[in-house]
């Protein structure tokens, strides 16, 4: 089972579609949504910062990662999406040209498209004003 800490932010939500795009494809895989609100300062309470260290959302917590009992924690949407396409063997191909095909548009979209979207959300925000 994996807890998905979760707020609906960009980064939170584009990691939830994924899990449910998986789910679809293997209703085997099992996650639950763990609410975090970020409006009353849950990213800083320390349980949550011992899973994601710079306090923000998205963060998961895989406690059965291989079968064994020993968990392991991601945190970064980027991160969190790309080891969960690996455990589940779905959308991350094996081959290196297809493989590194995904990885750039991963990290284009984390680098550039979210950080533009949200500076876009900024300056709508200050029109309001």
């Not at 917590?61 to 079968?67: E, F, L, M, R, S």
Request: glycine share 6%.
């Amino acid at each position: 089972m994996i807890d998905l800490h979760f707020w609906p932010t960009p980064n939170s939500l584009k990691v939830s579609i994924l899990f449910e795009e998986i789910k679809l494809l293997k209703p085997e895989f099992e996650y639950q949504i763990v609410p975090c609100s970020i409006g009353t300062g849950d990213q800083f309470k320390p349980e949550f910062i011992a899973i994601s260290p710079n306090n923000r959302m998205p963060a998961m917590v895989d406690h059965q990662p291989d079968g064994s009992d020993s968990a392991i924690s991601v945190f970064e949407s980027g991160a969190i999406m790309m080891y969960v396409a690996e455990k589940t063997d779905l959308f991350w191909p094996q081959q290196p040209a297809a493989k590194y095909e995904v990885v750039q548009w991963l990290i284009w979209q984390m680098a550039n498209q979210g950080p533009k979207f949200g500076e876009a959300g900024h300056y709508r925000r200050l029109e309001d004003d």
